[in-house]
């Protein structure tokens, strides 16, 4: 008689699609960067903080969605988080001045990501243990494809329809995302039962509560704040590809639409890595894979400062494009190996909120840097020698099985 899917793995399907359908918004706006300069008359860095607006909120939030999905479950967390997008969507169409993009896209897709991606993901790691790179690799990969199909989609119907149309329909398709997969992310397995991986209950059944630290007991401990910080020097220069890569492509006489083209293959490099580095860390232990990811952004952040040919920026987009989604693959899942799923949501929320600020900085920072210097240059050089500073603060924090045992020995 064949055994029937683990549920674990309908949560999986739930958060790959709840990423999909956030991340497909986001990460399309190098589409509209074009459309929104003409539009407004606007600047690089004032174009480009649209992005940073929405990048910063959904990053800060996660923390207050963690705590209420730690309380309530992350169902209707991740709901409510999708049709936030779907609204601030509705009203940027609408917009007549570029604040007004910046209230509707800025806070509707960023407060709607940050209340929709950390209960999704935080999730994933209580269904698993044994599989937990596995299945949060599968589950993240939902970023990589909606980076994949949002940037060629929004490009292909604003030549059609026009920006403020597509705002409308990608709208609809996020509505749409929001239903389905909030009825697919479910609480942890105890709540019906059930173990991680879909293991017997051990003797006297299933634990009530998983096992883990508390929100406060992770803050006060150095790991914490080694992740907190190596995440926050990368953030810098992590998101200046997605908002700057497509007019970096028009100004070395590529064009907008093979700039939009690279965008795609940041999303194929994304989704690739998600799978590859997973695998990598069954050899080379979590932690290390963690720092390779930071060593290897720096490096192709140095290539695309001296890139302007067609191929290079193809194989700089398809490999920090592994490297970015290698980091957000193993985050959560080595956050878990230190912490454990007590409070894992406000535990991902609190550490994701250091990518926030360097989110809000790097792509205006990279864009005024344009505007000033008529370069991108100096912005994209720093952003490199952050993450090498971010790779030596993970050689230097204690791996997990190692830092968990010295606590017991100490408590």
Same mark, same amino acid.
């Given at each position: 008689?064949?055994?029937?899917?683990?549920?674990?793995?309908?949560?999986?399907?739930?958060?790959?699609? &709840?990423?999909?359908? #956030? @991340?497909?918004?986001? @990460?399309?706006?190098?589409?509209?960067?074009?459309?929104?300069?003409?539009?407004?008359?606007?600047?690089?860095?004032?174009?480009?903080?649209?992005?940073?607006?929405?990048?910063?909120?959904? *990053?800060?939030?996660?923390?207050?969605?963690?705590?209420?999905?730690?309380?309530?479950?992350?169902?209707?967390?991740?709901?409510?988080?999708?049709?936030? %997008?779907?609204?601030?969507?509705?009203?940027?169409?609408?917009?007549?001045?570029?604040?007004?993009? @910046?209230?509707?896209?800025?806070?509707?897709?960023?407060?709607?990501? #940050?209340?929709?991606?950390?209960?999704?993901?935080?999730?994933?790691?209580?269904?698993?243990?044994?599989?937990?790179?596995?299945? /949060?690799? %599968?589950?993240?990969? +939902?970023?990589?494809?909606?980076?994949?199909?949002?940037?060629?989609?929004?490009?292909? $119907?604003?030549?059609?329809?026009?920006?403020?149309?597509?705002?409308?329909?990608?709208?609809?398709?996020?509505?749409? +995302?929001?239903?389905?997969?909030?009825?697919?992310?479910?609480?942890?397995?105890?709540?019906?039962? $059930?173990?991680?991986?879909?293991?017997?209950?051990?003797?006297?059944?299933?634990?009530?509560?998983?096992?883990?630290?508390?929100?406060?007991?992770?803050?006060?401990?150095?790991?914490?704040?080694?992740?907190?910080?190596?995440?926050?020097?990368?953030?810098?220069? =992590?998101?200046?590809?997605?908002?700057?890569?497509?007019?970096?492509?028009?100004?070395?006489?590529?064009?907008?639409?093979?700039?939009?083209?690279?965008?795609? =293959?940041?999303?194929?490099?994304?989704?690739?890595?998600?799978?590859?580095?997973?695998?990598?860390?069954?050899?080379?232990?979590?932690?290390?894979s963690f720092g390779l990811m930071y060593i290897g952004a720096g490096a192709m952040l140095v290539?695309?400062?001296? /890139?302007?040919?067609?191929?290079?920026?193809?194989?700089?987009?398809?490999? *920090?494009?592994? *490297?970015?989604?290698?980091?957000?693959?193993?985050?959560?899942?080595?956050?878990?190996?230190y912490f454990g799923g007590r409070a894992l949501g406000s535990v991902l929320g609190a550490l994701?909120?250091?990518?926030?600020?360097?989110?809000?900085?790097?792509?205006?920072?990279?864009?005024?840097?344009?505007?000033?210097?008529?370069?991108?240059?100096?912005?994209?050089?720093?952003?490199?020698? $952050? &993450?090498?500073?971010?790779?030596?603060?993970?050689?230097?924090?204690?791996?997990?099985?190692?830092?968990?045992?010295?606590?017991?020995?100490?408590?």
């Open positions: 008689m064949n055994r029937p899917v683990f549920a674990g793995w309908w949560v999986v399907a739930g958060a790959f699609l &709840c990423m999909l359908t #956030g @991340y497909a918004v986001a @990460y399309s706006f190098a589409a509209f960067f074009g459309a929104l300069e003409s539009e407004f008359g606007a600047r690089r860095g004032e174009t480009a903080l649209v992005f940073s607006i929405s990048a910063f909120l959904y *990053f800060l939030l996660g923390f207050p969605a963690g705590l209420i999905a730690d309380r309530t479950g992350p169902r209707p967390v991740v709901i409510g988080g999708l049709l936030l %997008i779907a609204a601030g969507l509705v009203a940027a169409s609408q917009a007549t001045a570029l604040w007004q993009v @910046y209230a509707g896209y800025g806070l509707g897709v960023g407060v709607g990501i #940050g209340f929709s991606y950390v209960p999704s993901v935080a999730a994933v790691q209580r269904w698993f243990v044994r599989r937990r790179g596995a299945a /949060s690799g %599968i589950a993240v990969a +939902g970023i990589g494809v909606g980076t994949l199909i949002g940037a060629p989609l929004a490009h292909a $119907l604003i030549q059609q329809v026009g920006w403020r149309h597509t705002w409308l329909a990608m709208a609809a398709l996020t509505a749409a +995302g929001a239903v389905i997969s909030g009825l697919l992310v479910r609480p942890a397995p105890e709540r019906y039962g $059930l173990t991680p991986d879909g293991d017997p209950a051990p003797p006297g059944g299933a634990p009530a509560v998983p096992a883990g630290l508390t929100l406060g007991e992770a803050v006060r401990s150095g790991p914490f704040w080694a992740i907190y910080v190596g995440a926050l020097l990368l953030s810098f220069g =992590l998101f200046a590809p997605f908002v700057h890569l497509a007019p970096y492509a028009r100004d070395v006489g590529l064009g907008e639409a093979f700039g939009v083209m690279l965008i795609v =293959l940041l999303g194929v490099g994304s989704t690739v890595g998600r799978f590859l580095f997973a695998s990598v860390t069954g050899w080379l232990g979590r932690k290390h290539m695309w400062s001296m /890139s302007s040919s067609a191929w290079a920026l193809v194989v700089f987009a398809l490999v *920090f494009g592994a *490297f970015y989604g290698g980091f957000v693959a193993i985050a959560p899942s080595l956050a878990a190996d994701y909120s250091g990518v926030a600020f360097g989110a809000l900085l790097g792509a205006p920072a990279a864009g005024y840097a344009y505007d000033f210097f008529g370069s991108y240059t100096g912005a994209i050089l720093a952003g490199a020698a $952050l &993450c090498v500073a971010s790779f030596a603060i993970t050689l230097l924090t204690p791996e997990p099985a190692r830092w968990l045992a010295a606590r017991r020995r100490g408590s």
